[in-house]
């Protein structure tokens, strides 16, 4: 059971979380369709930096595995010794300092793991214990020890998946020039 877990949200006056199925439903592998339906999404203290990005922002986050070779480190990290490297698009770049995001902490008993990338959902209501205003998302990820990069557009990375590293896409979707 993780320690922490969390949900972000633009909205300050969410009093509980309500199962609800997902807004874009996303193509599932056999036996998982069920994660389209109604369920509270969180996400653990350890991998919370991929959702201090506004809601709708397109954004490739990288980190070390265990399998990552030298090569594929200095390739995407170029040197950088952060924990995570987040990339994302010009045109949202500005975009960062004007959102203000809520993140809610959640109680962790009622969370199942989807033993990927920090991902949690529960199939009851959640009432969430706190909310902290995170009003500078840049700081909050460098507090974080994720470094920020931005490109024009994602796609330069586009085979990122092919690498060692961990990559993880988010809203990518709505990048530029991004086919599914």
């Known amino acids: 059971m993780p320690t922490r877990l969390f949900h972000f949200s ?8 309500v199962p609800r199925p997902v807004r874009v439903p996303s193509q599932r592998p ?4 069920w994660l389209n339906g ?25 980190w070390r595995t265990g399998c990552t070779t030298d090569t594929d480190f200095e390739k995407y990290f170029a040197g950088s010794q952060a924990r995570i490297i987040a990339y994302v698009e010009e045109r949202w770049a500005s975009k960062l300092g004007a959102e ?9 008993e009622c969370f199942e793991s989807l033993e990927g990338a920090g991902m949690w959902v529960s199939k009851a209501v959640v009432t969430p214990l706190k909310t ?8 909050e990820l460098l507090a974080n020890d994720v ?11 586009r085979n990122v998946w092919d690498s060692t ?16």
């Open 10 to 17: 633009d909205d300050d006056s969410i009093e509980a979380f």
């Open 30 to 33: 056999p036996g998982f369709v």
């Open 38 to 62: 109604p369920l509270v999404w969180a996400i653990d203290d350890w991998h919370q930096p991929m959702y201090l990005f506004p809601r709708d922002c397109p954004r490739i986050l990288l």
């Open 100 to 108: 203000v995001l809520h993140r809610y902490e959640l109680p962790t």
């Open 132 to 139: 902290t205003r995170i009003s500078n998302l840049e700081t």
């Open 147 to 157: 470094e920020l990069r931005v490109l024009p557009v994602l796609t330069s990375l």
């Open 165 to 180: 590293l961990h990559a993880s896409g988010i809203r990518l979707r709505n990048a530029q020039q991004w086919e599914s």
